[in-house]
């Protein structure tokens, strides 16, 4: 089978959701300039440098009381920083419940009931708990081709890891088993791994 992404696929669902798989989740927290909290998870999410670390996420939605985005992208424009919180198999039901289309005025931490911390670089609550959260401020958010699709990126100025992830001195994913988004409603949870080692090792 091919298409032209313009032509539209003639399949039920869109199979460019399951192509790029997995996919790791951003679960972002923000806070708005009224002090009003966000929290949603983006599979648009990724790391892309070491020095200084950096990340990104997409959005790619927007909301009637948003105008052309969503909670987090606004709150961000407004404060400047974000926290990017890592999603573990154990809390996948409270991150699906935080996926849900909600009023601005609407606190997902309350809503999926998740504990929540003050960061220590930034003004802004991180998801308490979670394997590791990556505190960011925002370096340039990207308007993407189409509408109300948005490149945010962040410079990471601090870096929370939960004692019980570090084995001999490494971060073990698989103390915690991650959560990756696949397409469509399917995810999977990294619990199996496997090296291999470079031609320049």
């Known amino acids: ?21 997995p996919r790791p989740i951003g679960w972002i927290s923000t806070r708005g300039a009224d002090g009003s909290e966000n929290l949603a998870p983006y599979s648009f999410f990724n790391a892309v440098a070491y020095v200084p670390p950096q990340v990104m996420f997409a959005s790619t ?40 289309t909600y009023g601005k005025d609407i606190d997902e931490f309350d809503k999926a009931g998740l504990d929540r911390l003050e960061c220590e670089t930034i003004p802004c609550s991180r998801v308490a708990g979670t394997p590791a959260a990556l505190e960011c401020r925002l ?22 890891l939960r004692d019980d992830c570090l084995k001999n001195g490494q971060f073990d994913v698989l103390s915690f088993e991650p959560l990756a988004r696949l397409g469509y409603r399917d995810y999977a949870k990294v619990d199996a791994l496997f090296s291999l080692n470079r031609p320049d090792d």
């Open 139 to 160: 370096t340039e958010v990207v308007p993407l081709k189409g509408a109300a699709n948005f490149l945010v990126l962040g410079e990471v100025t601090g870096i929370h």
């Open 1 to 21: 089978m091919f298409y032209r992404p313009e032509d539209g696929h003639g399949l039920p669902h869109n199979p460019f959701n399951a192509i790029v798989t």
């Open 61 to 100: 939605g927007a909301k009637p009381d948003r105008g052309p985005t969503k909670d987090s992208v606004s709150n961000i424009r407004e404060t400047g920083v974000f926290c990017v919180n890592i999603v573990e198999y154990a809390t996948r039901e409270k991150m699906n419940v935080t996926s849900g």
